[in-house]
């Protein structure tokens, strides 16, 4: 079983340009892994697509075991909602709700009872060293402990794979260093499959697995 599997994933956008040539991968539970290429390598189209946020031209997307591509919007919504979680560059939390709160969102799509989201939101707070902050809204944290939010809410659903964004890229060296050393410490410990997406060497160098890409294909 995988919990990612992608077969001759290719992506051409309108005007010609073929962001993905062919792409294959499979992603195994308890995996971190880092995808790594320059600018316009094609990173952020193959994180849309393994995120189910967009379709490929042609080849295939299962995720946990489903086939993307025969979903329709609502189910594909619920597919995404519940199996994947997301870790921005730039966090997406939302301003007018408390640390717990934006963590809760993320169960909305499940079958959580309401009653029960705030203890499991505040739980992943705790994973993530935030339990302290739960009631600060964003502009009260500092940029790590943003993402640290962000990470927990991408976790307290217990998805099948957290695909990440360049998430140390709107940190400094130090913060971004313990947002990775974070991410690293959940995949051992929860057993999380992580997914980096990374211009960074030196992010992707600390990750057990790499997968290059250069010019929409995976060269490494
Ligand atoms: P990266 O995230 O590695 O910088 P992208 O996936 O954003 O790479 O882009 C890969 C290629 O696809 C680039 O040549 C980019 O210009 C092109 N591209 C990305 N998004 C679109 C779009 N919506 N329409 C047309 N071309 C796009
Ligand atoms: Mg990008």
């Known amino acids: 079983m995988t919990v990612l599997d992608l077969k001759g994933v290719t992506k051409a956008y309108a005007g010609g340009v073929v962001a993905l040539d062919d792409v294959s991968l499979s992603v195994h539970p308890g995996e971190l892994l880092a995808i790594v290429g320059r600018s316009g390598s094609g990173k952020s189209t193959l994180l849309n697509i393994m995120g189910t946020l967009d379709a490929p031209s042609s080849g295939s997307v299962r995720v946990d075991g489903v086939d993307a591509g025969a979903l329709r919007d609502r189910r594909l919504s619920a597919l995404r909602g519940t199996r994947i979680g997301f870790v921005f560059q730039h966090f997406h939390l ?25 203890a499991l939101a505040e739980e992943a707070l705790r994973q993530v060293g935030l339990g302290h902050r739960a009631g600060h809204r964003p502009q009260q944290l500092s940029g790590g402990e943003k993402q640290r939010v962000a990470i927990a809410r991408a976790l307290v659903h217990r998805p099948a794979l957290v695909l ?34 990374t211009h960074d060497r030196d992010v992707a160098a600390r990750l057990p697995r790499r997968i290059t890409l250069r010019d929409g294909r995976i060269v490494a």
């Open 164 to 197: 990440a964004d360049e998430p140390t890229g709107a940190l400094d060296t130090a913060t971004g260093t313990a947002v990775l050393d974070l991410l690293i410490d959940i995949n051992k410990r929860l057993g999380t499959t992580i997914a980096v997406i």
């Open 94 to 118: 939302l301003d007018g709700l408390t640390a717990v709160d934006n963590v809760a969102t993320a169960l909305l799509y499940t079958r959580t009872p309401r009653n029960k989201r705030r």
